[in-house]
């Protein structure tokens, strides 16, 4: 059997231990165009989160395995506030666990390179490296520490409260992905090639931080908060510093642009959506 | 002094120098405190020591500073020369402060 092959079996599996138990029924959140950019956000966080969550117990050495999951637990942290004041501006009366476990992969929101599979030899996740999560964390952190500094301005009281505590969160993780990044990119010539390989298989998924779309220009509109393409040269700035500490060349553009923040995923969403979900759906309002 | 152990085989030395070095970290509960020696870590420099202890040492709230020392700057006293050094001191209870009469005035002394 191949990877992937057993991958889609498990996931099956999952699927169909879901639909026979079949307790709990989908929401959908509103549309509007403030509810989608707190969505939008949110959903970063919590894929990001569960993402490196499966560094845990996987970890290059135990310290920084420990590093890794405090990671995953701030970003839960501000996917939890996030998706609870979503649930609040929706109206709808759902809370964060409904919205974080019972929306079909449509209505999830998330960057697309948040759900790219890193860690290595993982059965969810062949290929991927070690490189590629400290890289991606480097990307993220510096473009949601962007955010989260503009969001301190924005008319909505309690987002500006959220925004302001994830920023100190935000400027450690800048802090601890760069160091790795600088450290391995500038390192021997197998961690340097291992970072030039992971920045290539990345670089086209970050087209994505920087596209308006109609949620941007309401957003903008209503100081709610900044639109995305308002972002690119700070961020540009900032990765371009870090990368060039690391000995690493800024790739070119490519063309590509991702769409995971309208809702169309790439093939990995499905696969960690089914075990996110698997409990909640089973065992509605499950707790520990 | 205590004899030295047998020399560790070429391949442990080699293991060994393989191995990121070791550093002691030593926390400040809060401030005005003192650092507290609690444990140690490797890592490859003391910039990583710094941000594996925040991970290790500081993730319930222990600290607001971190110190980290490598563990090869610290000189110990000798374990063999415990009786020499520690034992003499036992029946001298007279540097205790413990012999004053206290004002009633003074407190938690």
Not at chain 1, 147 to 163: F, M, N, P, T
Not at chain 1, 172 to 189: F, N
Not at chain 2, 61 to 70: F, N, R
Request: proline fraction near 6%; charged fraction near 20%.
């Amino acid at each position: 059997m191949t990877d992937s092959t057993a991958l889609r079996a498990g996931a099956a599996e999952a699927a169909m231990a879901g639909a026979v138990l079949g307790r709990a029924a989908s929401i959908a959140p509103g549309a509007t165009p403030s509810v989608r950019y707190v969505l939008r956000l949110a959903d970063t966080c919590l894929i990001h989160a569960q993402r490196l969550g499966e560094w845990c117990g996987h970890g290059p050495i135990l310290e920084e395995d420990i590093a890794l999951t405090n990671l995953a637990l701030d970003l839960l942290g501000q996917a939890r506030a996030l998706l609870t004041h979503a649930g609040q501006l929706d109206g709808q009366g759902h809370d964060e666990d409904q919205l974080a476990f019972l929306r079909e992969e449509r209505d999830y929101l998330n960057l697309t390179l948040v759900e790219q599979p890193m860690r290595r030899s993982s059965a969810h996740a062949p290929g991927g490296d070690f490189a590629d999560t400290v890289l991606r964390n480097l990307l993220l952190a510096q473009w949601l520490k962007q955010h989260w500094r503009a969001l301190a301005g924005s008319c909505d009281a309690e987002l500006a409260a959220i925004a302001g505590k994830a920023l100190k969160e935000a400027r450690y993780h800048v802090e601890h992905a760069a160091q790795w990044v600088v450290r391995l990119g500038d390192g021997t010539p197998e961690s340097a090639a291992r970072m030039r390989a992971a920045l290539a298989r990345i670089w086209p998924y970050t087209n994505e931080m920087f596209i308006d779309d109609e949620v941007d220009a309401c957003a903008e509109a209503n100081s709610l908060g900044p639109r995305r393409s308002s972002m690119r040269p700070a961020w540009r700035a900032a990765i371009g510093a870090v990368l060039e500490e690391a000995t690493l060349a800024l790739p070119a553009d490519s063309a590509f642009v991702s769409t995971g923040s309208r809702g169309v995923h790439s093939e990995h969403m499905g696969f960690i959506l089914a075990e996110m979900q698997h409990l909640q759906r089973a065992y509605p309002g499950g707790t520990w | 002094m205590s004899q030295a152990p047998t020399s560790p085989s070429p391949q442990a030395l080699e293991a060994a120098a393989r191995e990121w070095p070791l550093w002691e970290v030593f926390v400040r509960p809060k401030a005005g405190l003192d650092h507290k020696h609690c444990g140690s870590l490797h890592a490859a420099d003391a910039a990583m020591a710094i941000q594996l202890a925040r991970e290790v040492y500081t993730r319930r709230q222990e600290g607001c500073s971190i110190w980290v020392v490598p563990s090869s700057q610290i000189t110990a006293s000798d374990p063999g020369d415990k009786d020499m050094y520690f034992d003499p001191m036992e029946d001298k209870v007279y540097r205790h402060p413990t012999f004053y009469p206290l004002p009633e005035a003074v407190n938690h002394m």
